[in-house]
């Protein structure tokens, strides 16, 4: 077997307001504060003489790594997002930004926001619109069922309710 790993699928270029500004908060405390205080702690680390054993040098240079990829892929996703403020055209249907109040087979309620994969894990009942379900769920309007193969088995919700910030 190689090491070829077939690269992960584009996730959805949406995103709400709120989650545009936690990503741009995120890259201004990384590359304005901790990369700052890291650079500093890595070039005390190195003047304290031989680097080859020197676990505060070697632990600053690998969180530097971490820290420079995080903010080219923080860079690259925010230029490419679709930041998305307003309610759709069509109110009665699923879309991106949609908190989807369902019901299950067995009666039991659940409620989502469908958002982005960068900010799913933002709030409970947040689920990104790339998941099964959340795929299952666009475009799709109320009393309509909706089945999604789960980890447990086929499952089966009816949309009860629909709604929009700022609605």
């Known amino acids: ?8 699928p584009a996730a959805s270029k949406y995103v709400t307001p709120e989650g545009a500004r936690r990503l741009r908060a995120e890259l201004e405390q990384l590359w304005r504060e901790e990369r700052p205080r890291v650079t500093q702690a890595v070039a005390a680390a190195a003047a304290q003489g031989d680097r080859s054993e020197n676990a505060e040098y070697t632990y600053g240079k690998r969180r530097l790594r971490e820290i420079d990829r995080r ?8 230029a490419g997002m679709v930041i998305v403020d307003q309610p759709p055209a069509d109110p009665g249907r699923v879309f991106f930004g949609a908190w989807v109040e369902l019901e299950a087979e067995d009666g039991t309620p659940f409620r989502y926001r469908i958002v982005g994969p960068d ?4 709030a409970p009942g947040y689920i990104s619109m790339d998941s099964p379900l959340g795929r299952a769920l666009l475009k799709r309007r109320i009393d309509e069922e909706v089945s999604v193969e789960t980890p447990g088995g086929q499952r089966t919700y009816v949309i009860l309710a629909i709604r929009y910030e700022g609605e």
């Open 1 to 8: 077997m190689g090491r070829f790993r077939a690269p992960p």
């Open 71 to 78: 903010v080219r892929f923080l860079r690259s996703r925010l």
């Open 119 to 122: 900010e799913f894990d933002r």
